[in-house]
T-cell receptor, first 114, second 115 residues
């Protein structure tokens, strides 16, 4: 399984755009990149998944360069409620893969202040 | 959307007690459910994969006789921590996959405290 490296923590202010970068130098050809969000005392919530280039949904964008050795989760105009831990996962396509064994790394604690 | 419910959300019990945690998929059937454990300030660690109608598959280092998993129906998986001790105190989270083209849905976890 590809190992991921993320910053341990990040601070931001309401209304700002937050970019969290994840390094995955040994990503395999078949690997997808997935991001989850976890609030204290809750289970993780799926945010976004991508394979290459850019993916955007209603809550975030995911930027993946051509070499796929890193990825950046972009959260536009964060609010206090976006304070959470964000996990970058690398592995099989979680949307269609049958196994779906998820390997969580250390995550990034994002703290949003007024 | 798909909802996974865990019960109880919080439990405190004495050392040596066995504790059962339920994981239910409320509006979908799940042939496969997953059990994770999370210690404070740490990441989630997969414990086992629960398969409906068959034995669970445990990750390396997880004692199957201590963490009993039963997946008797397509909407319910249970994790029983047998003879729990303080070192078993943790946040236990389950997840279930609804169908293709959908990610796993996680429950809100069960915080287990063993005194």
């Amino acid at each position: 399984l590809a190992k991921t490296t993320q910053p341990i923590s990040m601070d931001s202010y309401e209304g700002q755009e937050v970019n969290i970068t994840c390094s995955h130098n040994n990503i395999a050809t078949n690997d997808y990149i997935t991001w989850y969000q976890q609030f204290p005392s809750q289970g993780p919530r799926f945010i976004i998944q991508g394979y290459k280039t850019k993916v955007t949904n209603e809550v975030a964008s995911l930027f993946i360069p051509a070499d796929r050795k890193s990825s950046t989760l972009s959260l536009p105009r964060v609010s206090l409620s976006d304070t959470a831990v964000y996990y970058c996962l690398v592995g099989e396509d979680i949307l269609t893969g049958g196994g779906n064994k998820l390997t969580f790394g250390t995550g990034t604690q994002l703290k949003v202040e007024l | 959307g798909a909802v996974v419910s865990q019960h109880p959300s919080w439990v405190i019990c004495k050392s040596g007690t066995s504790v059962k945690i339920e994981c239910r998929s409320l509006d979908f059937q799940a042939t496969t459910m997953f059990w994770y454990r999370q210690f404070p300030k740490q990441s989630l660690m997969l414990m086992a994969t629960s398969n409906e109608g068959s034995k669970a598959t445990y990750e390396q280092g997880v004692e199957k006789d201590k963490f009993l998993i039963n997946h008797a129906s397509l909407t319910l998986s249970t994790l029983t921590v047998t003879s729990a001790h303080p070192e078993d105190s943790s946040f236990y989270i389950c997840s279930a996959k609804q169908e293709l083209n959908q990610p796993q849905h996680f429950g809100d976890g069960t915080r287990l405290s063993i005194l």
